[in-house]
């Protein structure tokens, strides 16, 4: 016999991607949800990223499919190429067929932006930072910033890679660096030469640099990301266009040039980190997801999609439990080995002919089983 969803409360924290994803999932259910949000608005920078065909069954099924489609762009393909535009790889997206849709490319800010807008008003409450969490065993308490409490018969922490809820109940293990700068920035489509006026991704490897060209085409820009070896760990490191120039020394003098083109003041700079897999995502009345859970580095372009199939999951698991317990194991048995091993894989670079050079010990035999994934995000 499964429980009554009507009456469960249900708490998420983080109105990012995990966090809006299973807001909407767990309201369908007929769950009384409410999401906390620290920030005082609801905006995401950077660049742009890729929902793979799953994601956009999630969301075809779960009512959000029309939302994001308005704001994204579809994609035929995927290619891989050297620094000088000799092709490695070139793939149609996996699981067409499966979902009957194909990968869409989007702009962060749409992103977030499409998946609040399908929530109830006043399912999200800004100006919310967690603080502490009390787990009580059939219900847990958060203590905001403030002095605020809320008590909930469920716990969902979406609260990203520096987890409040991670931290203080599963694993006190702090975020590990890749040894990358990743510097995305959107341009204007008429800036990139039409090197991706066909809406595909296309990814450049070489010289210890990987260059990320993803089309926004229903907005008139592309998504361009350098990710690039660097020992700075600093989080959001400083660093001037003649830095970033630098890391395309040797390709494509296009490339080189939308580089020199970059306005500094919209690029965004973060050192790359992931977490190392955490043993236990869940107690009776707490559970973590996305990057909460399995933050990985953006090689393969997996982070969203993941949060966006463990907010699919987890409502899953629960529709069909007995318990809010037996749900949690079971989303954790259905989820943990799957981004277990995305993350590993996540942490491995691209490969070329200089594979010895930019990324030791791969070989390009990798690439046709693991660049499936591919988009930029992070």
């Known amino acids: 016999m499964t429980m009554d969803i009507t009456h469960l409360k249900i708490a998420v924290v983080g109105a990012g991607y995990a966090g809006a994803a299973a807001a909407k999932a767990l309201s369908n259910l007929g769950a009384q949800v409410t999401v906390y949000e620290q920030a005082s608005q609801i905006r995401e920078v950077g660049a742009g990223i890729g929902l793979r065909p799953s994601s956009m069954h999630q969301f075809n099924t779960r009512g959000s499919g029309e939302a994001i489609k308005a704001v994204s762009s579809p994609s035929g393909a995927f ?52 603080e502490k969490i009390e787990d009580g065993g059939s219900t847990a308490t958060l203590h905001f910033a403030g002095g605020e409490t809320a008590t909930a018969d469920l716990v969902v922490g979406a609260d990203g890679i520096k987890s409040v809820v991670r931290e203080q109940l599963f694993s006190d293990r702090q975020p590990v660096f890749a040894g990358e700068h990743a510097y995305r920035a959107v341009i204007d489509a008429a800036g990139t030469y039409d090197m991706v006026a066909d809406g595909n991704l296309r990814m450049y490897i070489g010289h210890g640099t990987k260059i990320y060209l993803l089309p926004l085409l229903h907005r008139g820009q592309v998504s361009f990301d350098i ?40 690029v965004n700079v973060r050192a790359v980190y992931d977490i190392d897999p955490v043993d236990v995502w869940h107690s009776d009345s707490v559970v973590i997801i996305g990057d909460a859970a399995h933050a990985m580095c953006h090689h393969q372009g997996q982070g969203a999609n993941s949060a966006i199939l463990d907010a699919g999951a987890l409502a899953d698991a629960l529709a069909g439990a007995d318990s809010v317990k037996a749900a949690l194991a079971s989303f954790q048995a259905a989820r943990k080995p799957i981004t277990d091993e995305l993350q590993r894989i996540s942490r491995n670079g691209w490969t070329d002919d200089e594979v010895n050079d930019v990324f030791p010990g791969q070989k390009p035999g990798q690439i046709a089983a693991t660049t ?6 992070g």
């Open 372 to 377: 499936t994934a591919s988009a930029t995000e």
């Open 79 to 130: 290619e891989i190429l050297t620094a000088d535009c000799r092709r490695i790889a070139q793939e149609e997206w996996p699981e067409k067929d499966a979902y009957g849709e194909t990968t869409r490319f989007i702009h962060r800010g749409d992103f977030i932006d499409a998946l609040v807008g399908v929530l109830p008003e006043g399912m999200v409450k800004l100006g919310h930072k967690l």
């Open 227 to 266: 990710t690039a070896l660097n020992p700075d760990s600093t989080w959001a490191p400083t660093v001037t266009k003649e830095d970033i120039l630098r890391t395309v020394e040797g390709f494509d003098e296009r490339m080189v040039e939308m580089t020199r083109d970059l306005d500094m003041d919209t």
